[in-house]
């Protein structure tokens, strides 16, 4: 017996391709990839075979579709062979099956017998991809068809009713400003109109600390957004690969990416990346094989919505293509409704209205992706150049949802980029406002970068914001003081000023605090 007689079919020979497992020797034949065709053999090779192999009726039942396969046979010409006949059934087969699975394996052989000892595996492998394209092709048409249908039979949806729904699902769940709110529901939208968009904003979920509602806020657009892609770490071809197929990525955990440590060159080429994805016209190359195994240089596409969440800033070039949705703990008394998608009666019921929003929001963007294409929205005058670049698209589709958001996303977006929304806990950014400029100018009582929190709580009541901030016209005291930073996780500690420990902070407690949550300073500011 040889290695080319044995077939596992007929013979009942296994080779180990079957199991990805490395290379086994038979003691009774010496041959390499071949174990004995008897489950009950007490030959560790086989034994160890066979302990990896589905039972032997499942094995009986693959092997039994493979041999019993109706052939039904084509004529393809070959310049070298001329006509020759090929099994089409069992290719439209092969493209169905699994890779690497016993079925797929046990037809493949048996397509092989058909044609002959003389037809390589790779050939027939090339016929099943064409027939996969042919099939995933064939099925994209269908699936167009049927949505056109849809379209059709679908009446018109009303996009202000639909822009607020998606307002108010999101201020169910998650603690935002409206204005934050109201960018990250017209993004939602915006990526099922993309096609329309020669640019498109990256929405930046950042917080000064954990436990803020950033990944909340990723599942909840996860379930609305098109096409989505999640990931908390990804490397850089991974993340060519997955833009290039067209999808909205997620991204969670971006702070471990670009934390501030050692610049490396997978971070540099993520930055790139990045960078280029906000326009239509961006593109990454990389290294991949062609046909004919020859390695060559290629070009992706890079452009899709993004959303990247993280703790701290994203690197200067990427924040400029960002809208900053900052996150705070919701301060004590508010409630929110937990986001569940169990197989509760509250999950499946999260789940119907995440579903029957989704359904609108693609017939929304189905029925007014030509008006989103030829729209040329009047921008604020107050955004810079590549603010008014990135946000156009969601202007637009303020502007063809009509009611009240053509004014309110405008108002929103202002206010985003500019870091000045009407939050309800803006007494922390005041808070850190003030303390961020009594270190920058600097005041009297701060030594070396120290001050103690009687003088701290003493210089922030003298100001205007603060003189009056209980509701009996009390200042700000030292012990509301503590408790506001107490929810940044900022402490108070022993500090030396003058020669003498008292209790204070230094410039370095409160860095984190003002990277995340304030905007960054300017040459005016300081």
Known sequence: MTNALCNPVDDL????????????RHK??????QVCGDPQCSHKECKRFWSRQPSQTAVAAATARATDLPITTVTTTDAKRGEQPVP??????????????????????AVRKSFGPGVRKATIEALVAEEKTRYASQKAAEEEAERQRRIAAAGPVDGSKLL?????????????????RLCVATWILHTHAVDAAHFTPYLHIRSPLKRCGKTLLERISMNLVAKPQFASTITSAALVDKV?????????????VFGGGPVSESTETKRAILNSGYERSGRASKMT??????????????????????????????????????????????????FILTKSAKGRAIHARLTELRSRIELWASQNLQALAAAEPAMPGELDDRATEICEPLVAIADVCGGEWPAAVRKAIVAVRSGQTADDNNVVTDLLTDIRRAFTQPIAAIRDGKISTRNLALWLA??????????????LQRRKLLSLL????????????????????????FEQAFESCLPAVTGDDA
């Not at 020979?13 to 086994?24: C, I, K």
């Open 164 to 180: 607020r729904d998606i307002d108010r699902l999101i201020d169910t769940f998650v603690e935002l400003s409206r204005e934050r």
């Open 28 to 33: 009774r034949c010496g041959l390499y990839f």
């Open 462 to 475: 003298s100001q205007e914001r603060w003189e009056h901030f209980h509701g009996r016209g009390q200042p």
């Open 289 to 338: 094989k062609d046909t004919n195994g020859n390695w060559i240089s290629a070009d992706y596409v890079t452009f899709c919505p993004k959303m990247v969440a993280g703790i701290g800033r994203l690197p200067d070039t990427i924040q400029d293509r960002s809208l900053t949705i900052l996150m705070l703990r919701k301060p004590k008394g508010v409630a929110k409704d937990r």
């Open 88 to 109: 089409k059934d069992a290719i439209m087969r092969l493209a169905r099956l699994q890779r690497g699975t016993i079925e797929y394996d046990l037809t493949l052989d």
């Open 244 to 256: 290039a197929a067209g999808c909205t990525l997620l991204l969670d955990e971006v702070d471990a």
């Open 486 to 509: 107490r929810d940044l996780e900022i402490s108070q500690h022993s500090v030396r000023i003058d020669g003498t420990r008292e209790w204070g902070f230094e410039a370095a407690d």
């Open 13 to 24: 020979w296994y080779s180990s391709e079957l199991t990805r497992d490395s290379q086994l």
